[in-house]
């Protein structure tokens, strides 16, 4: 059997734990493990379920159809121990509380402590180093990753060796049961803790700062991979504190809503998702007209929800103090100016982001139609050409250039105007 058949099979093998996995989350689920084990509620189990299910799905594709990326097994790896760790809880939280009688609490609740910090290593700070070719970006960074990778796991091992008990936590009381592999002095305990900690962040801020080095010195399709993880991350990044900031300003039952249940799916969801999109190189080119277009949205969304409310505030006190009462005049108002004003924001605001973020393409743009406007009435060939070759010059820079000019059988051979750059 082949290298690459293996690779497959194993792969496979993996995802069919990660099923199996699913498939026992979903039976407790349904025995009714969720109503005081853990304070599972069903939402909480897609989010997790499912961003683990995408990791992987995303896995095996990528070992099945990118065999040398190794991102495709560490992908297989997050989604299997995620899964893992989430049906572990589950299980040792429904036979802690009596819900099911389920043997072997306290090794599934040892594992789920063991399960749950190796995938939070190996997502933030194995998965940056190789993302997105699966391989580190020099030898010193690989050293690196090595190095704080190993010393965060080693320290999650030894944390999950100390004598004393497991807590678990579930919507009525506290459950403690004792370590089943307590090997190390229970004294140890608090110190471990405190350096398996550090360990994790210092980790995955060693695997950030060697993804930016990365998108810092990238070019070609390797820079608009990772600007395709880069612009997910920022978004969801920004989205979430919006909402756990000023959600409450803004809707006091926003956390209960299916806005807030949305945008937790989409930043679940959407990583695996975005992974396969750069690992595969589909639409990259995209990424620039999404990125233009959100800034353009996200800028003009702010001036004008500042115009309304000022203008809303501004004449509701206007009226008040001219006939003493409300008047819904004051929204009417308010909204016909955002109306009116919407299309001129848009155009100024699109100008300045370009000009101060798309300098370039701006700049391309604008000697475009400027050559546009000075060809349409020129006659003279020879300054045609000229400003042509300086056009392609300035906007496409490439290292050479040639004009050829096509001519009928009965007119003087053709001739070409050459210019190296």
């Known amino acids: 059997m082949s290298a690459l058949r ?9 995802l069919v734990a990660t099923l199996l996995s699913l498939a026992g989350v979903l039976v407790l689920h349904v025995a009714g493990c969720s109503n005081s084990a853990g304070g599972f509620s069903l939402y909480e189990t897609i989010l997790t379920v499912g961003s683990a299910l995408g990791f992987a799905l995303l896995g095996a594709l990528i070992v099945f159809y990118r065999p040398g990326n190794r991102i495709g097994w560490l992908c297989s790896v997050i989604g299997f121990t995620f899964l893992l760790g989430y049906f572990s809880a589950y ?13 072997g609490t306290a090794w599934m609740a040892w594992l789920s402590y063991l399960a749950f910090p190796i995938t939070v290593v190996l997502m933030f700070s194995l998965l940056p180093f190789l993302f997105p070719d699966g391989r580190f970006f020099s030898s010193v960074w690989q050293r690196l990753a090595r190095l704080t990778t190993g010393v965060a796991l080693i320290s999650v091992l030894l944390t999950a060796l100390v004598q004393g008990p497991l807590i678990y936590s579930s919507t009525d009381s506290n459950f403690e049961i004792d370590n089943p592999v ?11 803790e405190n350096i398996t900690l550090l360990a994790i962040i210092g980790a995955a801020l060693a695997g950030i700062v060697s993804l930016i080095v990365r998108l810092l010195r990238a070019q070609g399709d390797m820079r608009l991979q990772l600007k395709w993880l880069f612009y997910f991350l920022a978004v969801a990044i920004t989205t979430l504190l919006a909402i756990e900031l000023f959600g409450d300003m803004v809707d006091e039952g926003i956390f209960a809503s299916w806005i807030y249940l949305l945008v937790l799916l989409l930043v679940f969801w959407g990583l695996p998702a975005v992974i396969g999109l750069a690992v595969f190189k589909y639409r990259l080119y995209g990424i620039d007209v999404i990125i233009r277009r959100t800034v353009l949205y996200a800028a003009l969304t702010a001036v004008l929800a500042l115009v309304y409310f000022g203008s809303v505030t501004l004449l509701t006190n206007l009226f008040s103090s001219v006939t003493g009462q409300q008047s819904a005049l004051a929204i009417v108002v308010s909204t016909l100016l955002i109306a009116a004003l919407f299309a001129p924001l848009r155009r100024r605001v699109q100008g300045w982001i370009d000009r101060r973020f798309f300098r370039r393409k701006y700049d391309a743009q604008r000697v475009l139609a400027q050559f546009a406007l000075s060809v ?11 400003e042509l070759v300086r056009v392609v010059q300035e906007t496409m820079q490439p ?10 059988v009965d007119q003087a051979p053709g001739r070409a105007s050459q210019k190296s750059l």
């Open 399 to 408: 290292e050479t250039m040639s004009v050829w000019l096509k001519t009928t």
């Open 91 to 103: 299980f040792a939280d429904c036979g802690i509380a009596g819900v099911v009688a389920t043997p």
């Open 6 to 14: 293996i690779s497959r099979f194993l792969a496979l093998a993996l």
């Open 376 to 386: 349409r009435d020129e006659t003279d060939l020879d300054a045609l050409t000229s």
């Open 182 to 192: 307590g090997w190390l002095p229970e004294s140890l305990g608090p110190l471990l």
